[in-house]
């Protein structure tokens, strides 16, 4: 197969492909770059390998850096654009089934390709356009199939986290995982727990904001990976009925409030959950908003001071999932709405602040200038005074 119009990143980089050839090696675009391509999707990065060695490259480009050069890869800077050129290698000896303990620089593309993860991610592309598929890489992208390269069990025996990969390229993709690659997958799930939560955390974040999240959820539940994930043992039915919905998932706090409500879980509990998942502050903070009106909404109650407490994203959030989940006497119209008509969207919108009070209403800075703020900022929100600088002063000295 040849393509004959090369997308424009590849263009920009085809002199990089040319100068190593013109130098006497071969060079080839690989991985996901062409698999998404032959898809028609967007290219986030251009891998190049080729048979120079990591010392010959540096020799042929004059701007380079040494980014992963213990792993052959070596960064060329063009034109302000770098460019990540990796040798062929083979790799063996994975004793703690996430490294290598040797890794072998090749002049051989067949034998770099025979080392990756899956099929459609195997495949490389000439400068002429040719695609080099030695593993069944294009049939597989036409059938719509996630199949491991060569023996699936040595793939995940090489780096376990090869199955959550399969998975979330099963939801990313709308692709189902061939039989035997699930079968290695179910048989080696015990593997994952030999590898950092922090590359389990990218790949599931990925599968639940994927194309078709129900797709990589059912494998990932059928295969019982979820249970060598931190938390997820004791909630199979939850992940299962998850697996069954038609998830439409736009950030990472809305992934991890739809479980922690999935789950049944509370703010702390929800909160203990995400530390243990290495979660920033920030997106537990939104997560823990999320589930509170989840929870809140569910039960068919209203509370505009936990929207105005959760902010606009996650308000939204809420909005799609409770539409997603079937509350009850839920309208995501109203709810916007009412979220849009708060007289204040921040503390710092009121129209008094600390020192005004102090100054004209003779307040005294302590506790009691922070609490009287706190109350006024709450009966704005709740509309039980105006956000007016006057109404607010003589509401501030009533509260002294």
């Known amino acids: 197969m040849q ?38 999707l967007p290219i986030h990065d251009i891998d190049i390998a080729t048979s120079a060695y990591p010392e010959e490259i540096k020799q042929i ?18 034109h302000g654009i770098g460019y990540e050129i990796t040798t062929f290698r083979t790799e063996s000896g994975y004793q703690d089934f996430r490294r290598p303990d040797k890794v072998e620089f090749v002049r051989s593309l067949a034998e770099d ?14 400068p ?21 390269v060569g023996d699936a069990k040595e793939r995940f025996f090489e780096d376990a986290l090869r199955m959550m990969r399969a998975v979330r390229f099963a ?19 015990h593997l994952l727990e030999k590898i950092a939560v922090e590359r389990i955390h990218v790949e599931w974040i990925k599968l639940l904001l994927g194309k078709q999240p129900k797709c990589g959820l059912e494998a990932f539940v059928t295969t019982r990976l979820f249970e060598y994930c931190p ?32 789950f049944k879980l509370n703010e702390k509990q929800l909160r203990k959950l995400l530390k243990a998942w290495k979660t920033s502050n920030e997106i537990i903070a939104q997560a823990q908003h999320i589930l509170n009106l989840l929870q809140i909404y569910s039960t068919g109650k209203k509370d505009i001071w936990a929207c105005y407490q959760a902010k606009s994203e996650a308000v939204s959030a809420v909005a799609q999932l409770a539409t997603l989940l079937a509350f009850p006497a ?22 008094v602040n600390g020192k005004l ?44």
Request: aromatic content about 6%.
């Open 3 to 40: 393509i004959k119009k090369l997308p424009v990143e590849f263009e920009e980089a085809l002199p990089i492909l040319k100068q190593i050839r013109q130098a006497g090696f071969e060079a080839y675009f690989v991985g996901g770059c062409v698999r998404d391509t032959l898809l028609g």
């Open 61 to 78: 480009f004059s701007k380079t850096v040494d980014t992963g050069i213990e792993h052959g890869t070596v960064m060329v800077l063009d």
């Open 113 to 126: 390709l025979k080392r990756r993860d899956l099929t459609i991610n195997a495949l490389a592309l000439a």
């Open 128 to 148: 002429d356009g040719q695609i080099i598929d030695l593993f069944g890489g294009l049939e597989d992208l036409k059938a719509k199939r996630i199949k491991a």
């Open 171 to 189: 939801s990313q993709l709308d692709f189902s995982i061939e039989v035997n690659t699930l079968q290695a997958i179910q048989q080696n799930a």
């Open 231 to 262: 938390g997820f043992a004791p909630h199979a039915q939850a992940l299962a009925d998850l697996s069954k919905l038609e998830l439409e998932l736009t950030t990472e706090a809305q992934c991890w409030g739809l479980l922690g409500y999935s």
């Open 330 to 351: 839920f309208d995501a119209a109203d709810f916007m709405q009412a979220y849009a008509q708060l007289a204040i969207k921040d503390k710092s919108q009121l129209a």
């Open 357 to 400: 009070l102090i100054k004209e209403a003779k307040l005294t800075p302590g506790p009691l200038l922070g609490k009287i703020l706190n109350i006024l900022e709450r009966e704005v929100v709740l509309g039980e005074v105006s956000n007016q600088k006057e109404a607010l002063l003589t509401r501030a000295k009533n509260l002294r």
